[in-house]
Nanobody, 120 residues
């Protein structure tokens, strides 16, 4: 599994971005997917996760209502981010795992991150 997150960029506060995560050449069959982020000078934190068939979605409490995860089970997982704030500035990573829990960072595979910068 080789994951790649993309779709980051510079956005003004209040704006939206949609990040995507794809596996080059393979599918995510059977894998739960998670999104994490790491802001400058801070530890990596859980953003949200989704099970293989999308039946379970979990989010960091502070992000509920603004961030939404979805997936095309075959190829791509998405992170829709709305009403972005400067404190959302971070490198965002996607990750894949076979077993729960979603919130734990014990994921088997990690992708290259994509930088999201939110200007005030």
């Amino acid at each position: 599994v080789q994951l790649q997150a993309y779709g980051g960029g510079l956005v003004q506060a209040g704006g939206s971005l949609r990040l995507s995560c794809a596996d080059s050449g393979r599918t995510f069959n059977g894998y739960a997917m998670g999104w994490f982020r790491q802001a400058p000078g801070k530890e990596r934190e859980f953003v949200g996760g989704i099970t293989w068939k999308g039946s379970v979605l979990v989010y960091a409490d502070s992000l509920k209502g603004r961030f939404t995860i979805s997936r095309d089970n075959a190829k791509t997982v998405y992170l829709q981010m709305n009403n972005l704030k400067p404190e959302d500035t971070a490198v965002y990573y996607c990750a894949a795992k076979l077993l729960p829990p979603l919130r734990s960072d014990s994921y088997n595979y990690w992708g290259q991150g994509t930088l999201v910068t939110v200007s005030s």
